[in-house]
């Protein structure tokens, strides 16, 4: 089970992080990522980490803006997002599968990815 939390309104240029927060299995047996879903707009991968945190993802848009950690033993990923966008606004969803799976579905909108949390929902005003 997945559980995101830290979403919120915030200013352009303003930062937020976001965490996701799994239960129920083995953390580290999992890759996990984040997607994003925009009014009106189909789900895309923003990032993603592996298992071992030996790769990474970033869309190309949050680049150098987002970074993804994560923390094994709190079986946490978390997602720093600085300098945020109004195109940044959406409802952002943790997600997790196998290395191979996540990390070619992140480049995506993600639909065979196996397991979602709720989302939590990121309003940047300008």
């Known amino acids: 089970q997945l559980q995101a939390s830290g979403g919120g309104l915030v200013q352009a240029g303003g930062s937020l992080r976001l965490s996701c927060v799994a239960s129920g299995s083995t953390f580290d047996d999992y890759a996990i990522g984040w997607f994003r879903q925009a009014p009106g707009k189909e789900r895309e991968g923003i990032s993603c980490i592996d298992r071992s945190l030996d790769s990474q993802y970033y869309l190309h848009s949050v680049k150098g803006r987002f970074t993804i950690s994560r923390d094994n033993t709190e079986n946490t990923v978390y997602l720093q997002m600085n300098s945020l966008k109004p195109e940044d606004t959406a409802v952002y969803y943790c997600?997790?599968?196998?290395?191979?799976?996540?990390?070619?579905?992140?480049?995506?909108?993600?639909?065979?990815?196996?397991?979602w949390g709720q989302g939590t929902l990121v309003t940047v005003s300008s």
């Open positions: 997600a997790a599968d196998s290395d191979y799976t996540l990390l070619t579905s992140v480049k995506g909108s993600g639909n065979s990815v196996r397991f």
